[in-house]
């Protein structure tokens, strides 16, 4: 009957959104386990900030009916890449590396593509570290395996892309020409920023190997 197939049509919605869900669940405990270890075993975290989204089943619609894709679940799966979203916020742009490769190198995780924003900024001047993984969720029903999108960005980073994105919004996505300019202007301090942080914690880092490395000396004399 109708209703049993509207029935039927709504456990597997509840289904397809819950898999997302818990892959989410599944990075964002990776990344607080790593988080939580840093803070615990070594002097400093490398990750500032996590959060994550779950696309709203309305912008999963709006971009199914953009990239006028047939709407089945099997070809949502395959063709929207960031219906789970994580987003890690870290302080230098060294940690946003070192990140990736400790979450990457986790051997449930696998690699579907990557997109160095970082190395090749956007032309606006975005900038960012995005790949798509595949973590395998454990359900009653067997192991599925669920594609995440993670940025992984430095606070500097994530400062512009927050408000670059609200006025992109904000002028429905067209900007006028002089606000892109002092956008990109913007993005070239964040950078410099990055680089003199950078800097000067690596030099800071040296002066404590010095440190240590003196006291020992005068301890073995
Ligand atoms: P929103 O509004 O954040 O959801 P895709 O469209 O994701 O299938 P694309 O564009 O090749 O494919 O993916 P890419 O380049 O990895 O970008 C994915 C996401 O990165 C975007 O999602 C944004 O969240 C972010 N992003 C990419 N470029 C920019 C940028 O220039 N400025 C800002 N602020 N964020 C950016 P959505 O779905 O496009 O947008």
Not at 27 to 36: G, P, Y
Not at 47 to 65: D, T, Y
Request: charged letters at 30%; aromatic letters at 8%; proline letters at 3%.
């Amino acid at each position: 009957s109708h209703i049993a197939d509207m029935k039927s049509l709504r456990n597997d919605f509840t289904r397809f959104m819950m898999l997302y869900k818990f892959a989410i669940d599944e990075v964002t405990t990776k990344i607080s386990i790593l988080q939580e270890e840093f803070s615990l075993v070594h002097d400093y975290n490398p990750i500032e900030h996590l959060s994550s989204r779950l696309k709203s089943p309305e912008s999963i619609m709006a971009k199914v009916a953009r990239l006028q894709c047939e709407p089945s679940f099997d070809n949502i799966r395959n063709t929207l890449h960031d219906i789970a979203g994580v987003r890690i916020t870290c302080s230098f742009v060294s940690d946003t590396y070192k990140v990736f490769d400790m979450l990457t190198n986790q051997k449930d995780i696998r690699i579907l593509e990557v997109k160095d924003y970082i190395k090749n900024p956007k032309e606006n001047g975005y900038k960012s570290l995005h790949a798509i993984l595949e973590v395998p969720v454990f359900m009653s029903t067997g192991v599925e395996p669920v594609k995440v999108e993670v940025q992984i960005r430095t606070i500097a980073m994530d400062f512009w892309a927050s408000l670059e994105h609200k006025i992109y919004y904000k002028y429905n996505k067209d900007v006028p020409v002089a606000l892109l300019d002092e956008l990109k202007v913007a993005a070239t301090t964040a950078s410099q920023l990055d680089a003199t942080m950078e800097r000067l914690h690596d030099e800071v880092k040296q002066l404590d190997v010095d440190t240590t490395m003196s006291a020992e000396a005068e301890e073995s004399t």
